[in-house]
């Protein structure tokens, strides 16, 4: 097997992979925040902080792009549904469908898109011991929260959506190849991916719970020790200003 | 005082399926034992009790004379499984992440985790890949480091879940090399298997499961003539030549 997703994590050395972890889930949750209430120009500055990130990790922009196509599909899908759907001053006479409508169905869509970008800069950047122990470390405090717990939990999903996203395309090849597209009704399609890749799915994630309990699997891990640097409360700070700067602009 | 006592073990499964019925065993340390059986003859099922993977319905598993059901942790850093599906064992990013999730399970300091990774990777040829992602490995690569994951654990036992499968030559060669490193060093191997061609000749003694039964157990050489009978070929050099011949001749 080749390249498993951009999504996934790529070991290497670039400043994002090397930025504390607990100040990566810092800067994701301020930039989301943000990104809820930016106007368009906040938007501008968001992405262009997204893309420096992606820049600055060295992550295959064809390559993310097609991992993301289906999600790209889904976002135009709902822009358009929102231009047919939201009343206002026609955007081309003959079609029924509203300026306003298509403005804020791509306002909505770039929205999805800055905060699906941050999520990859952190799962791509960040190893799974990292991001647990970062999430335990903030969660900690709070009480009744099992910490350890929520952040293996939490550490387990982001590592494996990328080979969900795997098993999701080689079911569609499988699929593909037994001539699914003679079938019309793209519901019933839909229902025989989705049903495959959810047992496919299930039945893995069985496999990993045994194999986990197998090598001793505790909560009270040796997990690698967090150091944060003057560096990381550069970047943090970077990203607090643009946050600010994209909400009230 | 065996190694491995199994005294009586019965495993049915919810749907009531008879896994495994009154199987007794006594296995000593440094020994290298092969469990051959059909498809659904047991030999997963046994495997998986041997670190309490799964609870008898009747009987009892020791290892150095402790219950598994009363210790299930202290069976799991004595007995180091090597499952069938590799890709489901393999949790880390890297491979030296991934060999050091089962020495952070035991909590042991950082020092000793890295002694522990380099070692491992080390004895199974991996040291070179050990920033690689572990999807890029080839499968008996991959083998390996499920092997070193386990090794990194140390556990007197190593059982292997058809450790062949879906392998090529030279990864066939290559694993079983590493099995006889380890045999050498002092660990005892319990292999299952439905293909004894590969490994019989290495082995000191072979157990034959059908239907959840123990049906022969003995020296390899002397279960041959019987064994075509529960549904496993001979090894084609038995067949051809009388004597069983190494792989790695």
Redo the contacts between chains.
């Keep these: 097997m080749a390249e498993l997703s951009a999504i996934a994590f790529r070991p290497g050395s670039s400043r994002l992979h090397r930025l504390d972890p607990r100040f990566k889930i810092v800067i994701l949750a301020l930039t989301g925040a943000a990104t809820a209430s930016a106007a368009p120009v906040g938007l501008a500055i968001l992405s262009a902080l997204m893309l420096a990130g992606l820049r600055a990790a060295r992550l295959p922009p064809r390559r993310l792009l097609a991992d993301l196509r289906p999600l790209l599909i889904m976002l135009a899908a709902v822009a358009a549904l929102r231009a047919f759907t939201i009343p206002g001053p026609p955007l081309w006479p003959p079609l029924p469908a509203s300026r306003p409508g298509l403005v804020q169905g791509a306002i909505f869509a770039w929205r999805v898109l800055v905060v699906v970008f941050g999520g990859i800069l952190l799962s791509a950047t960040t190893r799974t011991w990292a991001l647990r122990a970062a999430v335990a470390w903030l969660l900690t405090p709070v009480p009744g929260v099992p910490a350890r717990r929520v952040a293996t939990m939490v550490g387990m999903v982001v590592r494996f959506i990328p080979e969900v996203l795997h098993q999701a395309a080689l079911v569609r090849e499988a699929q593909q190849a037994r001539g699914i597209a003679a079938c019309r009704n793209p519901l019933r399609r839909l229902y025989l991916w989705i049903a495959v890749l959810m047992r496919r799915t299930l039945l893995k994630s069985d496999h990993l719970a045994l194999a986990m309990i197998s090598r001793g699997y505790s909560e009270n891990r040796a997990d690698q020790p967090l150091a944060a640097g003057p560096g990381d409360a550069a970047v943090l700070a970077l990203a607090a200003a643009a946050s600010l700067a994209a909400v009230l602009c | 005082m065996p190694l491995i006592d199994i005294r009586h073990l019965t495993h049915r499964f919810a749907d009531g399926t008879l896994a495994l019925d009154d199987i007794d065993l006594a296995v000593e340390a440094g020994a290298f034992v092969l469990i051959a059986g059909a498809n659904g003859s047991g030999k997963t099922t046994l495997l998986?009790h041997l670190?309490g993977?799964l609870r008898p319905t009747a009987g009892s598993v020791h290892i150095d004379g402790v219950p598994v059901t009363r210790d299930p942790?202290r069976a799991?850093?004595r007995v180091?499984?090597v499952?069938q599906?590799v890709d489901?064992?393999i949790?880390?990013?890297?491979v030296a992440?991934d060999a050091a999730?089962?020495?952070?399970?035991?909590?042991?300091?950082?020092p000793d985790?890295e002694a522990r990774v380099t070692a491992a990777l080390e004895a199974m040829d991996l040291a070179a890949a050990a920033?690689?992602?572990p999807?890029?490995l080839s499968g008996g690569q991959k083998r390996r480091l499920a092997i070193a994951?386990?090794l990194a654990?140390d556990p007197a036992v190593i059982a292997f879940d058809e450790p062949f499968s879906n392998l090529d030559y030279p990864g066939v060669r290559s694993v079983l090399r590493r099995m006889i490193d380890l045999r050498a060093a002092g660990k005892t191997l319990i292999v299952t298997t439905h293909d004894l061609d590969k490994v019989a000749a290495h082995a000191d003694r072979l157990l034959v499961l059908a239907h959840g039964r123990l049906v022969l157990d003995g020296p390899p050489g002397a279960c041959m003539d019987d064994i075509e009978r529960y549904g496993i070929r001979q090894p084609c050099s038995y067949r051809f030549g009388g004597r069983l011949e190494s792989w790695l001749n």
Excluded: A, K
Aim: aromatic share 6%.
């Design positions: 998986r670190n993977l942790q799991r850093r180091g499984l499952f599906d489901t064992q949790v880390g990013e890297t992440d999730f089962g020495p952070e399970n035991l909590g042991l300091p950082r985790i920033d690689m992602p999807h890029l994951g386990v654990m």
